[in-house]
């Protein structure tokens, strides 16, 4: 039996990842010049790979001199996001950026105290490796086997890492990525919070 | 906006559940010899059950329920229908294990579970008068959303999600996922309720 009787199909809580293409931003040149000057470090969730993120600062990146006018457009991005999933307004908290080249990965991870995060690629080489994201709902499915992987019972999702794109998706969501096989991929990821 | 750049953000729904819906009024002719059978059918404890009604569940596992097979036309329609519940959520096949009866009365509600051991689960609407609400599921990512101020209007961050069906409704669900009857407003709201597993783990007895 395949369509044998009327029936309907509801896609109930999903989990909403928004993705926003800002390649023909008028200050990306700019913003790249802050991104290629930009220091990175060892830091334990990056495996061979580096970040500003360094737990004992505060963490403001997008704070840098020249990027007021691409953070007011990450921040248009996160009201955008708000509107379509029935958030009050959030305000861009602490950002750093990740640099991956060939090898390098980020390991399983969330964003503890954040509401929505963010993760934008100035810069990404064909082929980079996708941001993962792992289903909130697998601990649940204990006791299904599956025939075959879909949309509708995977276990992990991935968007692909293409330059100039910004994906927002909740803080919550476990994500990480398999190790990267481009020479550049590199990550402006933030955090945001209420703005009252 | 206040910069405008962007446009035509890409938004992806990930990881939904499917909850499937059939609607089996007119595939079936014998509603109302089935209630008036349950009516006068065997009772047991109400457990989550709450308020005026009566049901045929049982918590022991050696004394379960198997409703549905006095009514072999009705679980072979019903099979079909998990079948193709199967097909389009590409898991294994499975087979219907217990069933049981509820009819529930005016003011009365089932406490919020979820059905283990179990794959699919189904509730079919023998009858379903207006006021009698279907099933309300409960949203599984509420755990994650500590730092959310909740919007329930917003379909992925509310608390729950109402069905609502009409007589002959097959409502077909994962087990795991949890979900309740809210209080009712009629009388002689009347399902049948089965659970199912992968014929490996059918009961030995219910082959």
């Avoid at chain 1, 000057?37 to 993120?53: C, L, P």
Wanted: net charge negative.
């Amino acid at each position: 039996m395949r369509e044998q009787y009327p029936r309907s199909i509801d896609q109930i809580f999903p989990t909403t990842v928004m993705r926003y293409d800002l390649n023909k931003h008028p200050h990306y040149n700019r913003m790249l010049d802050v991104v290629n000057k930009t220091k990175t470090d060892w830091h334990a969730i990056m495996k061979d790979a580096e970040s500003t993120y360094d737990e004992s600062t505060g963490n403001r990146w997008l704070d840098k001199l020249g990027l007021a006018e691409f953070k007011e457009t990450l921040q248009d991005c996160v009201q955008d996001y708000c509107l379509t999933y029935g958030l009050p307004e959030l305000s861009i908290g602490n950002s750093w950026m990740n640099r991956v080249g060939v090898g390098g990965a980020v390991k399983s991870h969330r964003h503890e105290v954040s509401v929505l995060s963010g993760a934008f690629y100035p810069i990404a080489d064909k082929g980079s490796t996708p941001l993962i994201f792992k289903s909130p709902l697998q601990v649940y499915k204990m006791f299904e086997y599956t025939a075959q992987e879909t949309f509708y019972n995977a276990a992990m999702m991935e968007t692909p890492c293409e330059q100039g794109s910004l994906i927002l998706f909740p803080s919550w969501l476990e994500h990480y990525t398999e190790d990267n096989t481009t020479n550049n991929r590199v990550t402006i990821s933030f955090n945001t919070n209420y703005r009252k | 906006m206040a910069t405008g750049i962007f446009t035509g953000a890409k938004v992806k729904g990930l990881f939904p559940t499917n909850i499937m819906k059939f609607k089996l009024f007119d595939h079936y002719d014998h509603w109302d010899t089935i209630m008036n059978l349950l009516l006068d059918a065997e009772q047991t404890e109400k457990s989550i059950l709450e308020g005026p009604g009566q049901t045929s569940f049982i918590e022991d596992w050696d004394k379960r329920s198997f409703v549905l097979d006095q009514f072999p036309d009705l679980k072979s329609l019903i099979l079909s229908c998990c079948t193709n519940f199967c097909f389009v959520n590409s898991i294994e096949n499975v087979i219907i294990d217990d069933s049981w009866y509820s009819i529930m009365h005016k003011g009365s509600k089932v406490q919020r579970h979820r059905h283990e051991n179990s794959v699919w689960s189904g509730t079919l609407y023998i009858n379903a008068p207006e006021g009698s609400h279907g099933l309300a599921f409960a949203n599984p990512t509420i755990p994650h959303r500590m730092m959310e101020r909740q919007n329930a209007t917003n379909p992925s961050t509310t608390y729950a999600h109402l069905e609502e069906v009409e007589t002959g409704d097959l409502l077909l669900y994962p087990s795991w996922m949890e979900h309740f009857v809210p209080t009712i407003d009629c009388d002689n709201r009347t399902t049948i309720n089965f659970n199912t597993a992968y014929p490996v783990y059918q009961r030995q007895d219910n082959a």
